[in-house]
């Protein structure tokens, strides 16, 4: 069963969200540190501040109403979506999914212009928001490729596409191994491309660099990731206790993962951190660290791929053609790990030219 779903967070949590900052106890700092310990201390303050003071969740919340939100049980999951059917009763079903630290809220600005030509739906994975928390082992980006399976059949979509970044990107590919029949196309803005020693490619010195920083992230492995994938539950409980806490975690993946030339409002930003704040979904989100592993996600259906500047790693397009059909490759000057948030006017007509090259739009 669908059923619709309103957002409507009770205020005896927004008064406690405002308590718990107002009585926040600061570390100090290196005199002149920057961000070599870590994220400054004066723009973290900054943002609490605002976050305690100025920022209207329920402006904010009465915005995120206009839109068509439901719910459905899967696999023993409540599952959150937002569904915009296009005016084109013969557009072609496309589900966007978003990643870590992100949520439904980085489609926000693709929904007008890519709902020209799709009907979107855009889940909120299990264990984040709406979606979560989740209670039990094992969801992982197969097991949610199946679960978006079962709610596109749901919907009555029987030929569809789909998208998505981060953790999206894994989810969505999986999505085409689960559901070759149905998916058309999966269009991606992150794919991780390994060095493979065994390769017998010609490499550009672009794609060598490329490589060069992938060599180096595996060797250093970013402490936020070891952290979520080893002991989820662990960093759960400070994030879920401490809404400054909660609030650095995730400024800190944006401040180091977009384009500097990037416009993302600390509103756009609190309202995505509030969300995780607000469900207590740090632990269940961080989880999908913990449940997924890494290495190639196979993927048999056509596959688009855009690569942005800022990203935390750029594509190598040889050693992505040697493991998938790749139709369509677009590289870009601008934009980083959050393109649907960053650049959606780039990455709406990325998506929009990958399923028109397919025949599909």
């Known amino acids: 069963m669908i059923t619709p779903f309103h957002i409507a ?158 953790f999206g990107s894994g989810i969505s590919m999986a999505l085409g191994a689960a559901a070759p029949e149905q998916v058309v196309g999966v269009h991606v803005n992150y794919l991780p491309t390994r060095p493979d020693p065994s390769a017998e490619v010609d490499l550009s010195p672009v794609d060598e660099a490329r490589l060069q920083k992938v060599r180096e992230l595996m060797a250093n492995r970013p402490p936020y990731q070891a952290l979520q994938a080893l002991t989820p539950q662990t960093i759960g409980y400070a994030l879920t206790d401490s809404p400054v806490g909660q609030l650095v975690w995730i400024a800190e993946r944006f401040a180091q993962w977009t384009d500097p030339r990037s416009t993302i409002t600390d509103d756009r930003l609190l309202t995505g951190i509030s969300l995780y704040w607000l469900t207590a979904t740090a632990a269940s989100s961080a989880r999908l660290h913990h449940e997924t592993p890494r290495g190639a996600q196979p993927c048999p259906v056509p596959l688009g791929v855009a690569v942005f500047p800022y990203d935390i790693t750029q594509s190598v397009r040889p050693l992505a053609e040697r493991l998938y059909d790749v139709r369509h490759w677009s590289e870009f000057d601008r934009g980083g790990h959050f393109a649907a948030m960053e650049v959606p006017d780039l990455l709406a007509e990325d998506i929009r030219t990958f399923f028109v090259s397919l025949g599909e739009v």
Do not use: C
Request: hydrophobic share 35%; charged share 25%; glycine share 10%.
């Open 9 to 166: 967070v009770p205020q005896a949590d927004l008064d406690d969200l405002t308590d718990r900052l107002s009585r926040t106890r600061w570390p100090n700092e290196v005199t002149g540190a920057g961000s070599d310990y870590g994220f400054p201390l004066a723009r973290l303050q900054e943002l609490a501040d605002y976050w305690r003071t100025g920022y209207d969740w329920r402006k904010h919340e009465a915005a995120l109403n206009e839109l068509l939100h439901f719910r459905t049980e899967i696999d023993g999951q409540t599952i959150h979506f937002v569904h915009v059917r296009s005016s084109r009763p013969d557009a072609l079903p496309l589900i966007l999914t978003h990643g870590w630290p992100g949520s439904f809220l980085e489609f926000l600005d693709v929904i007008e212009p890519l709902s020209r030509d799709f009907h979107l739906v855009i889940p909120s994975i299990p264990g984040y928001g709406f979606s979560g928390p989740t209670h039990e082992r094992g969801w992982s980006v197969d097991r949610i490729a199946l679960a978006w399976a079962e709610l596109m059949r749901r919907l009555g979509y029987e030929r569809y596409g789909a998208q998505g970044g981060d």
